[in-house]
């Protein structure tokens, strides 16, 4: 079966205004590829090119060489985003619009007929619980309430791939909580989830298999529990291993 | 078609949601009405005056809005960082800039529209005069003038990195084409070569919003325009608009976003 998501030797330069100094790479050569049905955790400490990935994979970044691919089309074209959905790590919404008006917006984007978006809507505003406060401009939500209409918006298409930066950042426990228990719903609905975290326990909990760059490099790539038994620890100090980190003490 | 005007209605309800520009129409609204209504002298003619004042305000208004508007669209959407959950859609930055585009022109059209109307009541009452396609001809030279406008400072945004930098270079360039585009062929001539050659290839080179502006015609009830010279504007000005969008978007197309 084809890959939904497949990275070949994608590398990323960003050049200084200065042409004296070396380009920064931050991906070298990165080979990826996820399957149908798979939670993929991605980690990384930070600057490793996690977000960079993302970036290009979501047509941000032009990659300097390589390719990504989603459902076998090149992220350059828009099209191969028709049938993801992207949660970024801060809340990033039109704050004069309501919840509603922000939905409706994006559903248009996504060219969802006018009932079957207002059906959508429905549902969505019900599953992140924010039906009550529907026609209220988004400037006045909590930062919680705000990261719950990031999830709304990532799924107005019903994705069959869902990225997700960092989605559990900066979120209380309850917010933690109800991100990972919609996570699992999406799985348990045959989804395919690719999420950069920091939060280890989360991505153990959660994953299928995880991938570790350090340096724009994917150093390890596996199932959680393939690892952990190779390992015979927990993926915290598995992480720390890799990118060569002394733990004292 | 449907992504443009999706984000084009984005642009419309930030637009009369925004205080500053909800202000500034109505501050125009009530002083041409304040002005239109007002009697000074007894003096019969003044009206022509005050009608010239009206005119005035709104080329004013409606250059603050379009400038102040498309000034801030493409870099609040990224200074914001809305542009990143909207690229992650399947939108293309063409798609984009058109949108923002079209909504920052309608929003323009729609005052228009208002300020004219409350210019043609406020006269009609005093003069018993309703000269409909004058106003008709003046409004749509100015949203042509307008759309121009749009373009351009929707490309100056992709150029300087402050959208205060940019409007203030659009206002000066815009007030500059306003006042001088139509000497600029006559200074050309008095000039030695090469200089003149450099003056005559500005003239040719800027769109000429001061064709645009026919408040005489209003003002002095001149006759109508010809509708082929309407017609010869209005492609003038959209070679221009889509000269500015194509500039943008080669400018933006490749433009680098991280998140």
Redesign the interface.
Same mark, same amino acid.
């Given at each position: 079966m084809d890959p939904i998501l497949r990275i070949e030797n994608l590398r990323v330069e960003f050049r200084s205004g200065n042409l004296r100094h070396n380009p920064k790479v931050a991906l070298k050569g990165l080979n990826l590829a996820v399957q149908a049905g798979e939670i993929f955790g991605f980690i990384g400490p930070n600057g490793a090119g996690k977000t960079t990935t993302i970036n290009v994979l979501l047509g941000f970044v032009n990659p300097t060489a390589g390719n990504a691919y989603l459902f076998g089309v090149n992220v350059r074209e828009p099209i191969a985003r028709q049938r993801i959905g992207y949660l970024p790590e801060l809340t990033y919404y039109y704050k004069f619009l309501t919840v509603e008006e922000l939905l409706r917006f994006y559903a248009r984007i996504f060219g969802i007929p006018r009932r079957e978006a207002d059906k959508r809507i429905d549902q969505l505003l019900r599953l992140v619980e924010l039906e009550a406060v529907r026609n209220r401009p988004i400037k006045t939500y909590s930062k919680g309430m705000q990261q719950r209409v990031g999830l709304a918006q990532a799924l107005i298409n019903n994705p069959e791939l869902l990225i997700l930066d960092e989605p559990t950042s900066g979120l209380d426990p309850i917010g933690r909580m109800k991100v990972r228990e919609i996570i699992q719903r999406l799985k348990n609905e045959g989804k395919t989830v690719f999420f950069s975290s920091h939060e280890l326990g989360e991505v153990e909990t959660v994953c299928d298999r995880v991938g570790i760059l350090h340096e724009g490099e994917l150093c390890m790539i596996g199932r959680v529990s393939d690892l952990k038994a190779q390992f015979q620890t927990d993926l915290e100090r598995i992480f720390l291993k890799i990118i060569g980190y002394q733990v004292h003490g | 078609m +449907? =992504?443009v @005007? %999706? &984000?084009a209605? @984005?642009v419309i =309800?930030?637009l009369y949601?925004?205080k500053d520009v909800y202000v500034l129409f109505v501050l125009t609204a009530l002083i041409t009405l304040v002005i239109g209504s007002a009697k000074f002298f007894n003096d019969p003619k003044i009206v022509r005056y005050l009608v010239e004042i009206c005119l005035l305000l709104i080329w004013v208004s409606a250059i603050v809005i379009a400038v102040g508007t498309a000034a801030r669209q493409i870099p609040a959407e990224c200074e +914001? /960082? *809305?542009?990143?959950?909207? &690229? %992650? =859609?399947? @939108? *293309?930055r063409g798609q984009v800039i058109v949108g923002k585009f079209l909504g920052c022109w309608l929003a323009c059209g729609i005052t228009l529209v208002a300020f004219y109307l409350f210019l043609a009541i406020v006269r009609g009452s005093r003069e018993q005069y309703w000269p409909l396609l004058h106003y008709f001809q003046a409004l749509w030279l100015q949203w042509m003038c307008l759309g121009v406008i749009v373009a351009m400072v929707l490309f100056g945004s992709l150029i300087f990195s402050a959208p205060s930098a940019n409007a203030t270079i659009c206002v000066i360039v815009i007030v500059g084409i306003l006042l001088l585009g139509r000497h600029l062929n006559v200074v050309a001539f008095r000039q030695p070569k090469p200089l003149d050659l450099i003056v005559y290839s500005i003239y040719f080179f800027i769109p000429h919003l001061e064709w645009y502006d026919v408040r005489d015609m209003l003002v002095h009830d001149q006759p109508l325009i010809n509708w082929l010279a309407i017609l010869g504007a209005t492609i003038y000005a959209a070679v221009y608009t889509a000269t500015f969008l194509l500039l943008a978007w080669l400018r933006f197309r /490749?433009k680098? &976003? +991280? %998140?």
């Open positions: - | +449907n =992504k @005007v %999706a &984000l209605g @984005v =309800k930030e949601r925004r +914001n /960082r *809305t542009i990143f959950p909207l &690229l %992650a =859609k399947p @939108v *293309t /490749r680098p &976003l +991280n %998140a």
